[in-house]
């Protein structure tokens, strides 16, 4: 299947400091990429619709300006979180869709906000 | 997209069948069935998915009643390596990313 990398597996920040991750689409080319947030042992939740050339679609309760989303390219996003605090640590994920309609994750990042 | 309902944990022998059910009673007729997996600290991973025939591949096999209200995943050989959550989705073919994930299933495969 399709790969999705993202860049760094994880990060160590420490608070105030701005934190960037990079979703990249291997194989293929993505017009639509997704990033996802999951606290340990919670589910996933969808944070944020990334569209190639225009600007993100944000989820309900998320920070546009806090968690900046760029999809210069058809095949990289990247979320930027602004001023990290320590509850922003979590585990990043990012999904790409194809022109197929099929979704495929990275395999995550991992954020400590000290 | 409709709601999905699963056991919160399953056990299973290694090497026997692993089956795990997922309720989606108010699907909708175009919706899909997903079933993605969770290996601890990794990025979900596409097993299978179908809309109303049961589908195989060489992950799992696919099962959906003929209401189409519940299906059930079959790992037809459980491994160690199978050891994850299970996260049954049901979507919009379309509406790839827009998926709500629940709790999922976590199946641990027991030597």
Not at chain 1, 89 to 113: K, M, W
Not at chain 2, 64 to 93: G, M, N, Q, W
Request: glycine content about 6%.
């Amino acid at each position: 299947g399709a790969v999705v990398s993202q860049h760094p597996s994880r990060v160590i920040c420490k608070s105030g400091t701005s934190v960037k991750i990079e979703c990249r689409s291997l194989d293929f080319q993505a017009t639509t990429m997704f990033w996802y947030r999951q606290f340990p042992k919670k589910s996933l939740m969808l944070m944020a619709t990334s569209n190639e050339g225009s600007k993100a679609t944000y989820e309900q309760g998320v920070e546009k300006d806090k968690f900046l989303i760029n999809h210069a390219s058809l095949t990289l996003s990247t979320l930027t979180v602004t001023s990290a605090h320590p509850e922003d640590s979590s585990f990043y994920i990012c999904s790409a869709r194809d022109h197929l309609n099929e979704q495929f994750f990275g395999p995550g990042t991992r954020l400590t906000v000290l | 997209d409709a709601k999905t309902t699963q056991p919160t944990s399953m056990d299973c022998a290694e090497g026997r069948a692993a089956n795990l059910p997922c309720n989606h009673s108010t699907i909708s007729g175009n919706e899909y069935v997903y079933w993605y997996r969770q290996i601890h600290s990794q990025g979900p991973q596409y097993i299978i998915h179908g809309l109303k025939n049961n589908e195989t591949n060489e992950m799992a096999s696919l099962i959906i009643t003929e209401d189409r209200k519940s299906s059930t995943l079959i790992l037809p050989h459980a491994t160690l390596r199978d050891t994850a959550v299970y996260y049954c989705i049901v979507r919009v073919a379309s509406d790839a990313g827009k998926s709500t994930f629940g709790d999922g299933t976590t199946l641990t495969v027991k030597p």
